[in-house]
């Protein structure tokens, strides 16, 4: 009898779940309609530079090339503004290896510069939260710039103020390697400084003075606590995720991330699938091994195209070593119960080696809103995480920035 009304009910039980669900949708579809949102790390200009035939302005697709963002797929997935990364693998430090870098990078400002002037209905370059939610306001996405590993700014301090002109409104002070400003958390020899460097810290002093943040992803540990007894404004980690979940260097600990926040900073969520979840042994191994041969500094477009497209062989050969959009929404759920709502964000690292069941490119991107909003997170919340409180650390360092200007 209890079997036969089982099935009875169950129709209806199936039913109200889907109504629920639906729900629960359209609910999702309205608040990511009118979140701000902001991605703090996007590759994408590799593909800019070194993809023969990309044009941002065009759709791709993901199974086929292997891409995750352009304009079109931003608009498709509500993706309203991202800072493309100005990113260049640690070379030489020498004087000719520091002016080759910045030539290299001046070459990544055009091509971002060139992207957006060849889409003016589509895209607008924004270099403050003011002019992001402008450009949101006219129904344009908004193209930030960071700059991912400080190797360009080299030992010429100037060079910061032509790249903030530039647009640039923050810096990863160093990469996988140490560089000439910081220690890294990712280089095999180990730290050399200490920290950061006495270049680093005058580096520091001036983004304070100019109003571009001090990114503290990829740094050494030591270099994260030396940052934040230098920087006067708020710091973010523009592409990071959480120690206590995932054990490995190159995330941040509860301890960096409650400090962060008692300063005003935010952590921005990384979406690389080895700083999210930690694989079996044998997927461990192969992705550090294709993320190792993917930074050489004289890796080539075919062998990165030849290294992601065995990254997404590895995710189909042991799906349950990928992480999922819930494993994303576990790491911010872990910040939001160690350090409040108001210090986390999102930095997918999109196009720089992301890689989420379910967040696949960045059409995708309304899954995250759907999976808070299942866990309980309100719309004031969901705002927050995708948007508002990344600039409110951007329009922090802006009025810092004034501040010092006017009492030197």
Known sequence: MKKLLLLLFLPALVFAQSKEEQRLLKKADKIHARAYTVDTH?????????MEGFDIGV?????TDGTQIDFPRMKEGGMDAMFFAVYLAQGKRTPEGNAKAKEDALKIFTAIHDAVKKYPD??????????GYATHKKGKLGVFIGMENGWPVGHDLANLKLYYDLGLRYITLSHSFNNDLSDSSGDPEGGEHGGVSKLGEACIAEMNKLGIVVDVSHISDSAFYDVMRLSKAP???SHSSCRALCDVKRNMTDDMIKLMASKGGVIQINFVADFLKKASQEVEVSIKTLRMQAMKADATPEDKKRINAERRQL???????V???????????HVVKIAGIDHVGIGMDMDGGSDVMGCEDVSKIKNVTIELLRRGYSEKDIHKIWGGNTMRVLAD???IAKYLAATR
């Open 42 to 50: 996007a590759d994408v200009p590799i593909n800019m530079i070194e």
């Open 59 to 63: 759709k791709h697709n993901y199974d």
């Open 122 to 131: 589509m895209a607008e370059l924004v270099t403050s939260a003011k002019e």
């Open 235 to 237: 710091v973010f980690a």
């Open 315 to 321: 995710k189909y050969k042991y799906p349950g070593d």
């Open 323 to 333: 992480p999922t959009v819930k494993t994303v929404v576990d790491h911010i759920d």
């Open 397 to 399: 360092a802006e009025r």
